[in-house]
């Protein structure tokens, strides 16, 4: 039976329902929209990739509803986490799951060539990886090149005329620097805020106090990272959102990763993933200065 899109909208509006991550669900659309499309231009099954793909949410998702045009053994999953291999495995059985290092090339060499390789939230981590215990931060230069280094790794497993598909942290342009005011609406915002400055492990964060004790300046860089990582906060899964910066590559930097690889870019999106729930915590007072775009998903053709 041939699907048209009112199925498709229906289907991801009750299958991602319960998914919390709405960066993840922007992503998984996208990809499906992608692999519908090319299962009509090319021989299936296809065959997907994705590198740290955890519990395999976005490529077993993805699996799972496009089973007809997809090689389900074919398609591999990689993640050095032993616990969410294991827990991939267990949700996603038949799709093959590599417990591994996606930076390191014999592993990558060794699967193969895919129509489609997928990113998703994994490169910041290869970038937060280069933390420097001499530096007390990340050594940028080296996470930079750690992260360009995988990509092109990555790129190398794309058959010719497949796609990649990458959604990720993003460093707003212009000045770091800039001095952003903002006013935290009750005590408990304010030290969430003070939990992060001094929590918060891939960079040092310095803000400035005011007479008003719940009104801070800082950095636009340094705002960027307390806020995208607000709403993890007093959570359990602060212990591991602690120790990684989503942004890594301002969109201009991401230009030039996608043209080292020669790869054709068809979509690029600048997303604000969880702006509803930062006008509840905290109000921006400098005039001209909005919540910045903080995430990318970006289609990209071999
Ligand atoms: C934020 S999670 C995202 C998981 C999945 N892509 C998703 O969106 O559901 C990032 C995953 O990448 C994995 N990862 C990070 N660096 C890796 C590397 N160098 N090799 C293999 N896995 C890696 C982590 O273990 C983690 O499971």
């Known amino acids: 039976m041939l699907k048209n899109n009112s199925f498709w909208d229906f289907y991801w509006e009750t299958r991602l329902q319960p998914m919390e991550n709405l960066g993840k669900r922007a992503a998984i659309l996208s990809a499906s929209r992608l692999i519908r499309s090319l299962s009509e231009q090319k021989p299936h099954p296809l065959r997907l990739l994705e590198l740290g793909c955890g519990e395999g949410q976005v490529i077993g998702t993805l699996l799972d509803a496009h089973s007809q045009v997809c090689s389900i053994r074919e398609s591999v999953g990689v993640d050095y986490n032993p616990v969410s291999i294991t827990n991939c495995r267990r949700d996603f059985p038949g799709m093959t799951c590599v417990q591994g290092d996606f930076t390191k090339a014999e592993l990558l060499n060794s699967l193969g060539k895919f129509d489609l390789v997928i990113l998703v939230n994994a490169l910041h981590e290869v970038f937060s990886d280069s933390f420097s215990p001499e530096l007390g931060e990340v050594d940028v230069p080296?996470?930079?090149?750690?992260?360009?280094?995988?990509?092109?790794?990555?790129?190398?497993?794309?058959?010719?005329?497949?796609?990649?598909?990458?959604?990720?942290?993003?460093?707003?342009?212009?000045?770091?620097?800039?001095?952003?005011?903002?006013?935290?609406?009750?005590?408990?915002?304010?030290?969430?805020?003070?939990?992060?400055?001094?929590?918060?492990h891939p960079f040092k964060i310095t803000y400035g106090k005011t007479s008003d004790p719940f009104v801070v300046t800082l950095s636009q860089r340094d705002f960027t990272r307390y806020i995208t990582k607000s709403i993890f906060l007093g959570k359990q899964l602060w212990k591991t959102e602690q120790l990684e910066s989503y942004q890594y590559f301002t969109e201009e930097e991401f230009?030039?990763?996608?043209?080292?690889?020669?790869?054709?870019?068809?979509?690029?999106?600048?997303?604000?993933?969880?702006?509803?729930?930062?006008?509840?915590?905290?109000?921006?007072?400098?005039?001209?200065?909005?919540f910045p775009d903080e995430h990318i998903l970006i289609l990209a053709q071999k």
């Open 142 to 200: 080296v996470a930079k090149q750690n992260v360009e280094t995988a990509f092109a790794r990555a790129v190398n497993c794309i058959s010719p005329g497949g796609w990649v598909v990458l959604f990720d942290g993003l460093e707003p342009s212009g000045d770091p620097n800039r001095n952003v005011s903002v006013r935290f609406y009750d005590e408990r915002g304010f030290l969430n805020f003070n939990s992060f400055v001094q929590q918060y």
């Open 255 to 290: 230009d030039k990763l996608f043209s080292l690889q020669e790869l054709k870019i068809k979509e690029f999106r600048k997303l604000t993933m969880n702006e509803g729930k930062w006008h509840d915590v905290v109000e921006i007072l400098t005039p001209e200065y909005t």
